[in-house]
């Protein structure tokens, strides 16, 4: 159980990984598809280890396999602190590009204002207004 709980555990590692490169090519339809696959596994893993009687395969308390719960421990613990790196990264490139979009929203704006001010005149009857 330990090693379909591991491989389990790395195929979200690999769907973060892809998430990653997904968000720095801008294909955020296929973010949210890599993310719905994420959360599947997870599912996965809750439904093992909830089946697992007395703490399931994350108790590592000592016990007739305290050495390969260890081991399943610190191998468990790499996989997770890289898929948290990584998602760090991934929320780090999203709030950067929140970023630039807000500060070129506000140039915008700024622009609009110049421009736009009292934009209009009259011949003839008629009044042109340029909204922008």
């Not at 790499?78 to 780090?92: A, F, N």
């Not at 979009?101 to 207004?129: H, W």
């Amino acid at each position: 159980m330990n090693e379909l709980i591991l491989h389990l555990c790395k195929e979200i590692l690999s769907l973060a990984e892809a998430q990653k490169e997904a968000v720095l090519e801008e294909k955020f339809d296929e973010v949210i598809e890599l993310q719905e696959k994420r959360r599947r596994i997870i599912e996965k893993i809750q439904k093992i280890d909830g089946s697992e009687s007395s703490g399931g395969h994350f108790d590592v308390s000592e016990g007739k396999y305290g050495l390969a719960k260890e081991e399943f421990s610190r191998s468990m613990n790499v996989i997770v602190e890289k898929t948290l790196s990584i998602d760090r990264e991934i929320q780090g490139i999203i709030q950067q590009e929140q970023h630039s979009l807000i500060d070129g929203m506000e140039s915008v704006q700024k622009l609009k204002k110049v421009f736009c001010r009292g934009a209009g005149f009259r011949k003839t009857g008629r009044k042109l207004n340029v909204n922008a």
